[in-house]
T-cell receptor, first 115, second 111 residues
Framework: AQSVTQLGSHVSVSEGALVLLRCNYS??????LFWYVQYPNQGLQLLLK??????LVKGINGFEAEFKKSETSFHLTKPSAHMSDAAEYFC?????????????FGQGTILTVHP | DAGVTQSPTHLIKTRGQQVTLRCSPK?????VSWYQQALGQGPQFIFQ???????QRGNFPDRFSGHQFPNYSSELNVNALLLGDSALYLC??????????FGPGTRLTVT
């Protein structure tokens, strides 16, 4: 079975500050890992994905994440927060055993950005 | 290029009733997954359809059923609605590179 733990249900940063959202996963097989963003009353938008290529993955809107197998982590970072980054962020894992694996999501982290 | 579309946007039903939600995948995508997102929670996988067959299923009761049509669109049916079925229901279509593209969701309220 796979699982995802997102440390911190709420993260608050100032505009221009570093954003760090933490994600740890558990998987008995090599994982694919994803970060999604959800704005209020909207669906999920893919920020970035790790599918066993480069361990440092760059996504949209200046976000990036690093896959660390030894730490079973896939933390999301952005050097400088913008007001428009305020949203809920979800980390998700699927297995590499099938081409269309189901996604297992974490509980989400709400990011607040202060002026 | 149209993305994933879902209908209706919002729905209010009474306990015990039945509901059907609809999803049209992104052009060229033949696989559809359904997720339930309760308030304040991450999405939970319900099931996945490919070639008009249910390929995978999550831990949801048989009250939840689905269908996929030859044009790859899909329906989610929920029978005997419970208050706990109130949630945002998300449809995702799956393309190359293991990416799942999500629709805007259907907000179901059961009273």
């Amino acid at each position: 079975a796979q699982s995802v733990t997102q440390l911190g249900s709420h993260v608050s940063v100032s505009e221009g500050a570093l954003v760090l959202l933490r994600c740890n996963y558990s998987s008995s097989v090599p994982p694919y890992l994803f970060w999604y963003v959800q704005y209020p009353n909207q669906g999920l938008q893919l920020l970035l994905k790790y599918t066993s290529a480069a361990t440092l993955v760059k996504g949209i809107n200046g976000f990036e994440a690093e896959f660390k197998k030894s730490e079973t982590s896939f933390h999301l970072t952005k050097p400088s927060a913008h007001m428009s980054d305020a949203a809920e962020y979800f980390c998700a894992v699927s297995d590499q055993g099938t081409s269309y694996g189901k996604l297992t999501f974490g509980q989400g982290t709400i990011l607040t950005v202060h002026p | 290029d149209a993305g994933v579309t879902q209908s209706p946007t919002h729905l209010i039903k009474t306990r015990g009733q039945q509901v059907t939600l609809r999803c049209s995948p992104k052009s060229g995508h033949d696989t559809v997954s359904w997720y339930q997102q309760a308030l304040g929670q991450g999405p939970q996988f319900i099931f996945q359809y490919y070639e008009e067959e249910e390929r995978q299923r999550g831990n949801f009761p048989d009250r939840f059923s689905g269908h996929q049509f030859p044009n790859y669109s899909s329906e989610l049916n929920v029978n005997a609605l419970l208050l706990g079925d109130s949630a945002l229901y998300l449809c995702a279509s799956i393309g190359q590179g293991y990416e799942q593209y999500f629709g805007p969701g259907t907000r179901l309220t059961v009273t």
